[in-house]
């Protein structure tokens, strides 16, 4: 007799899907250090130190590191929440990144560690250190876990002036 599919892969299957199909993600390089498992209270998401991240004079662009602490903790949240990105969203309520320094090469890794779960917050806290574990930047983030919203591709709001929540 076959087993049950597990929901949790499932989900975490269909995870690991949406963030191979983000452009933005395939434009920056990201990709994780190590498979995500189920239940593991960290992520480790990796960024080469290149052209499509720099910023003008030619360093790495400091939206481009917050991109990755958005990533790395955005994965580390959903995995350690009730998340299911077939039934929610998880968007992100806040996120503080203090830049200390800048990579001595590449590439940057950012360091998600849970801080708390609870039914509809979730706060990590990110460090992002170059090869040589200098530490780049630090972070934290909190994000809700919310019903399932569409993609904003082709949607007209109906009313501009009503709150998103």
Do not use: W
Request: proline share 10%; with cysteine.
């Amino acid at each position: 007799m076959a087993e049950a599919p597990d929901p949790r892969a499932e989900a975490l299957e269909a995870f690991r899907d949406a963030f191979t199909r983000t452009p933005l993600h395939r434009l920056l390089g990201l990709r994780f250090s190590e498979p995500p498992g189920l239940d593991a209270p960290t992520v480790t998401i990796e960024m080469p130190v290149d052209k499509p991240a720099f910023n003008g004079s030619g360093n790495l662009h400091g939206g481009a590191i917050a991109t990755l602490v958005d990533v790395a903790a955005g994965s580390c949240a959903g995995r350690a929440s009730n998340f299911d990105p077939r039934v929610h969203s998880l968007v992100t309520a806040d996120l503080h990144v203090r830049y200390l320094g800048r990579p001595k090469g590449s590439p940057v890794r950012a360091q998600a560690q849970l801080m708390r779960s609870g039914r509809m917050l979730i706060v990590v806290e990110v460090r992002v250190l170059d090869p040589f574990d200098n530490l780049i930047a630090v972070a934290d983030f909190s994000a809700m876990v919310v019903a399932r919203r569409e993609p904003l591709e082709g949607v007209i709001p109906t009313d501009p002036q009503a709150p998103d929540l």
